[in-house]
């Protein structure tokens, strides 16, 4: 597919596959679109990918049980998968079907409203209104951010997909304009500065281009920096070099599972080979399945 501009703004619209060390671990993202900065200013509002107890659908994502990597694996009614880690505890493969609550907070498909009739139009007005009193601007809240920070160190977590670049509908095109990128400089001058994504830190790093930022790609998974002393004795940091050949800390607690992943990731080309519109990403430590481009009968 070229990288042609579109009009579909919708933050995200796909299933998740990915690997999560603990049920307890969360973490806050600030996403947008391009209308409009917005974030959940509730304490207790955790990331959309970690934060849905749906479980997932036997026919959604289809991951046979010739995938489980270890005998020891199960997998339990409701697909959540369990299996027991090469180091100390229990590490939880969650296959999550996570589509209602990310569809609940992106705004509203705006494909439908500007293809479809009137009528269905001025609904998918009113539907993007009320998501918009759920999912206020970040910036006209800016007070009760900055608040709270005054006199503490600040450090900067950024998403990229839908806040630093736009939401387009090839993945392989997000890319994110020079004056955004001027503005994370300029940033990084002030407060350290990482982005925190689900796609590949690879694919990140290539679209941002920032050597000062920390990356950290496969939502956490993969977390690139400075070399810091203090991180010599974490057991799962490791000093390797960056594609500058600048020395660099890399930690990527999940080394051991990749061959799954890989194997997931075919299965899942597999599976999604005959529905025209789906792509498949390789996300290194996740995987993502696109269905944006599929059509909605399709999708149902
Ligand atoms: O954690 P994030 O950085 O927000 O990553 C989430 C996903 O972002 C990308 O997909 C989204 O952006 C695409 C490009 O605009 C769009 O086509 C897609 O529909 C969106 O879901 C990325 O491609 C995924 O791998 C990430 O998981």
Request: with cysteine.
């Amino acid at each position: 597919m070229d990288c042609l501009p579109n009009n579909s703004d919708n933050k995200t619209l796909k299933t998740w596959f990915f690997i999560n060390k603990s049920e307890s671990n969360s973490f806050y993202s600030l996403s947008s679109d391009r209308r409009l900065a917005s974030m959940d200013l509730k304490s207790n509002h955790t990331a959309l990918v970690l934060a849905d107890p749906a479980p997932l659908n036997k026919s959604t994502l289809r991951v046979s049980s010739g995938l489980l990597p270890y005998s020891g694996a199960t997998l339990s009614q409701n697909l959540f998968l369990t299996v027991p880690t090469m180091k100390a505890g229990i590490l939880d493969i969650r296959a999550s079907n996570c589509l209602d609550s990310m569809e609940s907070s992106s705004p509203p498909d705006k494909k439908s409203r500007d293809f479809n009739n009137d009528l269905e139009s001025s609904d998918t007005d009113v539907a993007y209104r009320a998501w918009l009193l759920k999912y206020p601007s970040a910036l006209a809240s800016f007070d009760q951010i900055t608040n709270p920070a005054k006199g503490k160190r600040i450090a900067l977590f950024l998403d990229y997909d839908g806040t630093l670049s736009p939401i387009v509908d090839n993945p392989d095109c997000a890319f994110m304009s020079n004056d955004m990128r001027a503005a994370v400089k300029n940033v990084a001058q002030f407060f350290p500065t990482a982005i925190i994504s689900g796609r590949s830190r690879d694919k990140v790093y290539e679209f941002v281009g920032l050597t000062e930022l920390n990356y950290a790609g496969s939502h956490g998974m993969d977390i690139m920096g400075p070399v810091r002393q203090s991180f010599d004795d974490h057991s799962n940091c490791i000093r390797s070099t960056d594609n500058q050949g600048k020395e660099v800390n890399l930690f990527q607690p999940a080394s051991e599972f990749l061959p799954m992943i890989d194997e997931v990731f075919n299965s899942l080309i597999n599976n999604t080979k005959d529905i025209r519109g789906a792509k498949v990403e390789n996300n290194k430590f996740c995987v993502s399945v696109h269905y944006r481009n599929v059509d909605e009968k399709v999708r149902e």
